[in-house]
Structures are given as structure tokens and as C-alpha cells.
């Protein structure tokens, strides 16, 4: 059974800086992609802020390319979001997602198949 767990939410001032991490566990290969999403309050779509994919490449969406850093450790199979210059409009709940099908990762929420519980992240002024 697959598991993400996401942990490293909280709250911080415009500016700020927060690192995410997810623990996954149960692919019987390590073939597989992951991805961070977030949900705005009010707002019922996850929005996909970066991908990675097995071969490392990542992919961001425009609303924080330059300002968020994916990467992974795939030895302790942890996936990690690296958030600089935070603003109060990326307060959301942030979710860690994978799948084991090649390019799901960089789609929308209803391609892929696996996601943790979410981690809260509030940015204040």
C-alpha cells in the first residue's frame, strides 16, 4: 500500500522560508513520479506547483518557478519542496502526490493516483 506523508507546513511571514518534506513508501519500484499540489482556501482545485520525475527533470508552474525548489532523495525515498520569498497568496494546503505511470506527475490532480494528507501553510504580513 502506497503512503505519502507530508510534514514541515506551518506558519511564516511574507518573505519567509519553509522546506516541505514527504515520506513515501510502499512502490515495490522505485520507478516512480512525484509531485507537489496545492489547494487555495475557497478554491476546490489543486493547483500542480512541480513535478519530478524518476530521471530527476522537474517541471514548475509559473506561479513559483524562480521561487520554490522540488528534489528528491531517493535513497531515504523522500520528496522535498524548498519555499523562498513566500507570499501571503501562497498560504494553502500543500499536498505531496506520486504515481508509477511515466508523465502522470506533471498533470492535473485527477492523473494521479497517490497523495499524503496534506501539510498547512499559512503566510502572514
Known amino acids: 500500500q502506497v503512503q505519502l506523508v507530508e510534514s514541515g507546513g506551518g506558519s511564516v511571514q511574507a518573505g519567509g522560508s519553509l522546506t516541505l518534506s514527504c515520506e513515501v513508501s510502499g512502490f515495490t519500484s522505485r520507478r516512480y513520479c512525484l509531485a507537489w499540489f496545492r489547494q487555495i482556501p475557497g478554491v476546490s482545485v489543486r493547483e500542480n506547483l512541480a513535478?519530478?520525475?524518476?530521471?530527476?527533470?522537474?517541471t514548475y508552474a509559473d506561479s513559483v518557478k524562480g521561487r520554490f525548489s522540488i528534489s528528491k532523495d531517493s535513497v531515504k525515498e523522500t520528496l522535498y519542496l524548498q519555499m523562498n520569498s513566500l507570499k501571503l497568496e501562497d498560504t494553502a494546503m500543500y499536498y505531496c502526490?506520486?504515481?508509477?505511470?511515466?508523465?502522470?506527475?506533471?498533470?492535473?490532480?485527477?492523473?494521479?493516483?497517490?497523495w499524503g494528507q496534506g501539510t498547512r501553510v499559512t503566510v502572514s504580513s
Open positions: 502526490a506520486a504515481d508509477w505511470r511515466p508523465g502522470r506527475c506533471r498533470g492535473g490532480p485527477g492523473l494521479v493516483g497517490h
Open positions: 513535478s519530478i520525475d524518476n530521471d530527476g527533470s522537474a
